[in-house]
């Protein structure tokens, strides 16, 4: 589970296969504790997508998912926004 409790914005960088040796759908729970937004990007060599394309915690006490769901490719799933 990542939990964040940071006061100010933060980056979670999602690897390629190649940095991290994750199985295809392995689901790892996020969660904002403190009120520093979450920014979920990915890494070189990797992919990230989500609804409506929007890859930010909607704020303190959001949560949701971050599965990967093919080679290199992750998905955010949550509360979040643009």
């Given at each position: 589970?990542?939990?964040s409790?940071?006061?100010?914005?933060i980056?979670?960088?999602?690897?390629?296969?190649?940095?991290?040796?994750?199985?295809?759908?392995?689901?790892?729970?996020?969660?904002?504790?403190?009120?520093?937004?979450?920014?979920?990007?990915?890494?070189?060599?990797?992919?990230?997508?989500?609804?409506?394309?929007?890859?930010?915690?909607?704020?303190?006490y959001?949560?949701?998912?971050?599965?990967?769901?093919?080679?290199?490719?992750?998905?955010?799933?949550?509360?979040?926004?643009?």
């Amino acid at each position: 589970v990542l939990h964040s409790t940071s006061a100010s914005a933060i980056t979670i960088t999602l690897p390629q296969d190649s940095a991290a040796s994750i199985s295809i759908e392995t689901a790892i729970p996020w969660r904002a504790y403190g009120n520093g937004q979450i920014t979920f990007d990915s890494g070189t060599g990797a992919t990230l997508v989500s609804r409506g394309s929007i890859y930010k915690s909607a704020g303190r006490y959001a949560e949701g998912l971050v599965t990967k769901v093919a080679a290199n490719t992750w998905l955010l799933s949550g509360d979040i926004t643009a």
